[in-house]
């Protein structure tokens, strides 16, 4: 299996923002349901958004919802996690799953690098 591409994390102040992207490949990216997840330094996988393969179906974590926009592109095979007002506990590895939300994304294991961000002042 084609392993997904995230980037765009980095380092940036509480209340900044931040646009994730991950380009995915090897399967029919459009018919699929999306979804981000992350995990902090120490902590288990934590599930932050999912996107219906249409673009119709969103959610999001309590912890990220207002903040947070999960969007994306099918004709690019592109997936999108527009993140503003930044808190350090936002801090954490990033990557984008092809798994149907918190309770299915549960046993996801990462096998892509993800994308770093570090939240910090």
């Known amino acids: 299996e084609v392993q997904p591409v995230e980037s765009g994390g980095g380092l940036v102040q509480p209340g900044g923002s931040l646009r994730l992207s991950c380009a995915a490949s090897?399967?029919?990216?459009?018919?699929?349901?999306m979804s981000w997840v992350r995990q902090a330094p120490g902590k288990g996988l934590e599930w932050v958004s999912t996107?219906?393969?249409?673009?119709?179906?969103?959610t999001y974590a309590d912890s990220v919802k207002g903040r947070f926009t999960i969007s994306r592109d099918n004709a690019k095979n592109t997936l999108y996690l527009q993140m503003n007002s930044l808190k350090p506990e936002d801090t954490a590895v990033y990557y984008c799953?092809?798994?149907?939300?918190?309770?299915?994304?549960?046993?996801?294991?990462?096998g892509s690098q993800g994308t770093q961000v570090i939240v910090s002042s």
């Open positions: 799953a092809r798994c149907p939300g918190p309770i299915g994304c549960s046993s996801y294991s990462p």
């Open positions: 996107i219906g393969g249409g673009g119709g179906i969103i």
């Open positions: 090897g399967f029919t990216f459009s018919i699929y349901t």
